[in-house]
């Protein structure tokens, strides 16, 4: 008997990766940072590596470790790497880096001799996100200083690479002029006598809607999910996370009861309230007090008051309702219940931002669709 479960659809996943896949020309990069988006990294992983993946994408130096503790000898790489990391394991273990800046890189150098072998690197261009990469002013000196340490035997540049601010919006000028700052790096790469195998700048957003984005590797994230990055858009893709849970206590009270903390709710008739035990510890933001959508008893409704740290309550009117009974919060939807995209629109979000909070939480998941 289970009290409340994060179900994850590994077929789901696979189908996502192989539709992606199939779209391109390029290979294709399954990030699965922040635990696989919270459904788990490494099975996560194995599943999109089932779907074609032909590289996994992960943010920190102890992500892409973990995938090559559990065994995953697929290119791999890391790119959000703070000063002072043990940088020389990522080496060793075959991890590719990415380096925004002269500092990194020198790091990069000297984890590559404590490696006793050349750091796989992927310099990265600021196209304009003003978040990671070098900007077009510092782009020169980096790629002449990754140049003479790759002359040097000391690296290897394997990519190049950037990221989007607007590729969810199809259509917006950010997105054009980025990829002509993108170009203008590539051209200055050429320059500096770099031929780097890899340029990449797709997230799934440009994966779904620019082909020409594409170069020779796309990195989608949340299409891997089976979530939208556009809003109103499916893409054939799948939902492969299920959040449920069961009705742990039902009564009957008295109208104009006030529920939960802060009476945010009263009770307009006598009715039967539902408690479920799922709060913001699992994941479930503290936002949807009054506005969570939730499947049970074949009929959505809506948390009633306050989410709690543990639990949330349910005005269920003259519905029988009882101990037990399933609360389904999202779904794929193929049942008719709420979806990542109906919570992250009821509660001021992205759906990335939904499934991600139900990763680590206390709430166990659990694997549909497993392979031996
Ligand atoms: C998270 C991330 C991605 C994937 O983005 P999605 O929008 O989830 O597809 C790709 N590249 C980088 C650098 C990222 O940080």
Known sequence: MWQAEVRVDLDAIRENVSRLRSGTGAELMAVVKADGYGHGMVPAARAALDGGAD??????????????????????????????LPLHEGVAAGVDLGVASLSQLDEMIEASRRAGRPARLHLKIDTGLSRGGATVADWPALLDAAAKAQADGVVEVVGVWSHFVYADMPGHPTTDRQLAVFHEGLAM????????????????????????????????GIAVYGLSPVAGETYGLRPAMTARARVMLTKRVAA????????????????????????????????????????????????????????????????????????????????????????AEAVGTINY????????SRVPRVYDGERP
């Open 353 to 360: 931002e939904i499934v991600t909070r139900f990763g680590g």
């Open 55 to 84: 590289w996994l994408g992960v943010c920190t130096l102890d992500e892409a470790l973990g995938l090559r503790a559990a065994g995953i000898t697929v290119p791999v790489l890391a790119w959000l790497l703070a000063p002072g």
């Open 189 to 220: 790469v050429e320059r500096a006598g770099l031929r780097p195998r890899y340029r990449h700048l797709a997230n799934s957003a440009a994966t779904l809607t620019r082909p020409d984005t594409h170069f020779d590797l796309v990195r989608p």
């Open 256 to 343: 104009g009861s006030g529920v939960s903390y802060g009476h945010t709710y009263t009770t307009e008739r006598d009715a039967n309230l539902a408690v479920v035990p799922l709060g913001y510890a699992d994941g479930v933001p503290r936002h949807a007090s009054n506005s969570g959508p939730v499947q049970l008893g074949g009929r959505r409704r809506t948390i009633s008051g306050r989410v709690c740290m543990d639990q949330f309550v349910l005005d269920c009117g003259d519905d029988p309702v009882a101990a037990g009974d399933v609360v389904t919060l999202f779904g794929s939807g193929a049942d008719g219940e709420p979806t990542a995209d109906d919570w």
